[in-house]
């Protein structure tokens, strides 16, 4: 993180000592924070920016930062209850929004740590880098884990500049998180047009959000709200992308899913017996049945991609290789439905969770034909003898100059193959056995040399990331093996 997102988190994180001592847990602790944050930031566009709010007046910052004792307690409890009845954004923002600071006195010393701040002074993407930040924290702390693995703002960064995105493009981010991906886009489009019609365009009618979890989705129209966008609607909303086909589709998808592979949940038997049953999407659109989420937001990113459109998509090493009739097919189609151009290789110690090991896949759709419309995938390798922690060592945007200036935008026709950059012609890659992609080709010097070995803790995640994978390749190739007729 940045120094000014340093100063940030560790001014935020300074008020949970404010509340441990009242029992608030460490969700909810975050959650009243950024409901006050938003308030307080609100009321800061206004004054210093002279925009327009949507929160009606008799709940916004001012009203509530000048009460005390029990009528800070009451005004703070129904300014949370009428919010959340509002419609469009704010409604979005407070949806199930309770009061959690029930001590009056600690609820005025939170808000008046708030008031004393100019947080819009700040140049930073304030709620996500404070969501982000607190969840680093709480995972260094309680050594649990942070449990999210938000995309580092340097990789987005670089996929925005390649991807270029233009006004007058749709951009959807089926799983977006605190919206780090629709706000990089949203500023790498803003200087392109002075024409007034054109920035409404791009505040009101061209991005689009999904996700899952409620919290992620309220900071993540905080966000957008705060940086203007919207026309007084949410352009991100709560729920489950996979579930159904949308009736809309985009010209781009920029997108982190979740990186939790296989979908299921819990069964309660009449007998209290506890089954776990697997969570397997059946959508018409979908080619292939299977409970793995990477593969199924493959397939739903394929399918809400226009004509034509474009994905840049961060995925987990297990997509390259799975195994079984999805992962494998999947492939396939990548390769013969789409021009499956680029991937990139991210390097471990990037993510919250250490030996994370992920991908960036950079596919254009394509119109049905007779001949595959992959002819090479270009390979950038950023994770052989590349070492980066989230604190010491972390990476930056300096690190992906040359992916960024290997990737040739302009006319990738010019690409040249390097030492980390290599090129794959389409037979080569579906001779491969089981069609995998896991591809490297530059010798490991960890292999050889004990000083150039990442962190132990690196090392473990790897080996329980591996096993893992082994593990499922094992389970695939066990269900083939069952859904085999015995031979005579």
Same mark, same amino acid.
Request: hydrophobic share 35%; net charge negative.
């Given at each position: 993180m940045s120094n000014d997102h340093s100063a940030l988190v560790a001014k935020v994180w300074n008020y949970a000592h404010v509340l441990r001592d009242q029992g608030i847990s460490y969700g909810d602790y975050v959650e009243q924070i950024t409901y006050l944050l938003f308030l307080k930031m609100d009321a800061e566009r206004v004054a210093l920016l002279g925009e327009g709010s949507t929160v009606p007046e008799k709940w916004r910052w001012g009203a509530l930062a000048s009460k005390d004792g029990d009528e800070l /307690? &009451?005004?703070?409890?129904?300014?949370l209850e009428a919010l959340a009845l509002e419609k469009g954004i704010i409604g979005t923002i407070f949806r199930k929004a309770q009061n959690k600071l029930a001590d009056p006195a600690k609820l005025?010393? &939170? *808000?008046? %740590?708030?008031?004393?701040?100019?947080?819009? !002074?700040i140049g930073v993407d304030v709620k #996500?880098?404070?969501? /982000? #930040?607190? @969840?680093?924290?709480n995972a260094a702390e309680v050594k649990s884990g942070a449990g999210q693995y938000f995309t580092p703002r340097p990789v987005i960064q670089a996929m925005v500049e390649v991807m270029r995105p233009k006004i007058g493009q749709t951009i959807c981010d089926p799983a977006c998180g605190t919206g780090g991906f629709l706000l990089a886009a949203y500023e790498y489009m803003k200087g392109q047009s002075q024409d007034r019609d054109l920035q409404r365009k791009l505040r009101e009618a061209t991005l689009t959000g999904v996700d899952i979890v409620d919290e992620v989705v309220r900071l993540s129209a905080m966000n957008l709200y705060l940086h203007g966008i919207g026309n007084g609607e949410s352009p991100v909303t709560q729920g489950d992308a996979l579930a159904a086909k949308p009736s809309a589709s985009f010209d781009m998808v920029l997108t982190n899913p979740p990186f939790g592979k296989k979908s299921s949940y819990k069964v309660v038997g009449e007998d209290g017996s506890v089954a776990t049953e697997r969570e397997i999407y059946e959508r018409e659109d979908f080619k292939y049945s299977t409970s793995n989420k990477q593969l199924n937001f493959l397939q739903h990113i394929m399918s809400i991609l226009k004509q034509d459109g474009k994905a840049a998509v961060v995925l987990p090493d297990n997509v390259l290789f799975e195994a079984g009739n999805a992962g494998e097919g999947l492939r396939r189609r990548l390769l013969?439905? =789409?021009?499956?151009? $680029?991937?990139?290789? %991210?390097? $471990?110690?990037i993510f919250y969770k250490p030996g994370v090991k992920a991908n960036v896949l950079f596919f254009d759709r394509k119109p049905a034909a007779t001949e595959p419309w992959t002819k090479e995938l270009w390979i950038y390798d950023l994770r052989t003898n590349k070492h980066f922690t989230l604190v010491q060592t972390p990476l930056t945007? !300096?690190? @992906?100059?040359?992916? *960024?200036? =290997?990737?040739? $935008? #302009?006319?990738?026709?010019q690409r040249q193959e390097s030492e980390r950059f290599k090129r794959f012609g389409y037979e080569e890659l579906v001779n491969r056995d089981k069609l995998n992609m896991d591809i490297f080709w530059l010798k490991d010097d960890s292999l050889e040399n004990l000083d150039n070995l990442p962190a132990p803790d690196v090392i473990a995640a790897e080996i329980v990331e591996n096993l893992a994978a082994a593990l499922e390749q094992f389970r695939a190739v066990?269900?083939?093996? /069952?859904? $085999?007729?015995e031979s005579c």
């Open positions: /307690e &009451v005004h703070y409890r129904r300014t005025k010393r &939170v *808000v008046s %740590l708030i008031n004393d701040q100019d947080w819009l !002074a #996500g880098s404070i969501y /982000e #930040g607190l @969840l680093e924290r013969d439905a =789409c021009d499956f151009h $680029t991937l990139l290789r %991210l390097p $471990t110690g945007r !300096a690190d @992906l100059d040359d992916f *960024v200036s =290997c990737y040739s $935008t #302009g006319n990738r026709a066990a269900g083939e093996l /069952e859904a $085999t007729p």
